[in-house]
Nanobody, 125 residues
Framework: QVQLVESGGGSVQAGGSLRLSCTAS????????MGWFRQAPGKEREGVAV???????RYADSVKGRFTISQDNANNILYLQMDNLKPEDTAMYYC???????????????????WGQGTQVTVSS
């Protein structure tokens, strides 16, 4: 049974940094593609960053140059390093895993079958 547990969210001022973690269990971590998504109140879910099983990454234009997705395959942890945070980054952040399309690199959340419970990120101006 796939389980994903996010942590690391919190409240920061604009310009600050946070690192989100997603601890995975129940599957062979390195064979899935993984992603970070976010949803702000009243807005649709948005793909933030994806890393496929080959290590290729893709970012939303809104976070390029500020966010970095990475993973520790030995410990089954997915990370999202967020630097130079902006108030518009405020949202609930979710990690997700996809077993069936491990080499895909799109930011479409509908392709991910497993989701964590989310961690809140709040950025104040």
């Amino acid at each position: 049974q796939v389980q994903l547990v996010e942590s690391g969210g919190g409240s920061v001022q604009a310009g600050g940094s946070l690192r989100l973690s997603c601890t995975a269990s129940g599957y062979t971590f390195s064979t899935y593609r993984m992603g970070w998504f976010r949803q702000a109140p009243g807005k649709e879910r948005e793909g933030v960053a994806v890393i496929n099983s080959a290590g290729t990454t893709r970012y939303a234009d809104s976070v390029k140059g500020r966010f970095t997705i990475s993973q520790d395959n030995a410990n089954n942890i997915l990370y999202l390093q967020m630097d130079n945070l902006k108030p518009e980054d405020t949202a609930m952040y979710y990690c997700a895993a996809d077993r069936w399309r491990p080499l895909y690199i799109d930011l479409y959340g509908g392709g991910f079958g497993n989701w964590g419970q989310g961690t809140q990120v709040t950025v104040s101006s």
